[in-house]
């Protein structure tokens, strides 16, 4: 039988996480303030999620809008809270102004994470040399999975890379798994499982009435029904 594809949602609150996990989702990930395309939820509201859900959940360590790290001492206090508040798995990723990983703060915020597991997100898709990303961020513990959308444009433009980087796994940085996120639409899961991507990654294809309405079960089950027979 073969592995079931990975399934993550992007969750505000406890009511998308009930309506994700009962549409078929394996993962969330934790977010506030889409209108800066998601930032590091309040502790307590991390909390009312793992009470309320048995999945998986990723936490972003995220506190302004853009890829810079910002205020590098309060983010890592904010990882460390996160922590020592039972956080096991995290989203992050910053890059320095010129378009290359800003590994000072990528290996200060890690350091705070006692080895959990943790995604670079689609910080890569903006990146100046997204092989030497990866290949700089080799090696640090934790990292399991890029969340990609191929190219900043999203999966219509970024499809070719997305299954060449998928075909390199196993080589030099590209151990990780790949997580489709990004303009990701149905029509494009055959395709990206037939070149062995495993990972999809929905946000506002789960609101199907826009950010401002909630995580739509329904919806969440649509994509799991064509993610589990495509």
């Known amino acids: 039988m073969s592995k079931r594809a990975v399934l993550e949602v ?21 977010v506030t303030d889409m209108a800066a395309d998601g930032l590091t939820p309040p502790v307590a509201a991390v909390a009312r999620i793992r009470a309320a859900v048995d999945i998986d959940l990723r936490v972003m360590l995220r506190l302004t809008d853009g890829f810079a790290a910002g205020d590098l001492p309060r983010l890592a206090r904010v990882a460390r809270e996160l922590r020592e508040a039972g956080a096991e798995e995290f989203v992050l990723g910053f890059l320095d102004p010129q378009g290359g990983v800003d590994l000072d703060a990528v290996e200060r915020v890690v350091g705070e994470l006692d080895g959990c597991r943790w ?81 999809f990654h929905i946000g506002g294809a789960a609101r199907p009435g826009g950010w401002a ?8 089950g649509e994509w799991r029904r064509a993610l589990d027979g495509a």
């Open 10 to 30: 992007i969750a505000l609150d406890v009511e998308d996480a009930i309506a994700a996990r009962a549409g078929g989702a394996d993962r969330l990930e934790l």
């Open 119 to 199: 995604t670079f997100h689609r910080a890569i898709d903006h990146a100046a040399d997204r092989d030497a990303l990866r290949k700089q961020l080799d090696g640090l513990p934790g990292l399991d999975t890029y969340l990609t959308a191929g190219s900043a444009a999203g999966v219509d433009d970024g499809l070719p890379t997305l299954l060449a980087e998928a075909a390199r796994r196993g080589e030099q940085g590209y151990e990780q798994r790949v997580l489709v996120g990004g303009g990701l639409r149905l029509d494009h899961v055959p395709a990206l499982k037939a070149g062995g991507i495993d990972a």
């Open 213 to 220: 309405n909630p995580v739509s079960a329904e919806a969440v």
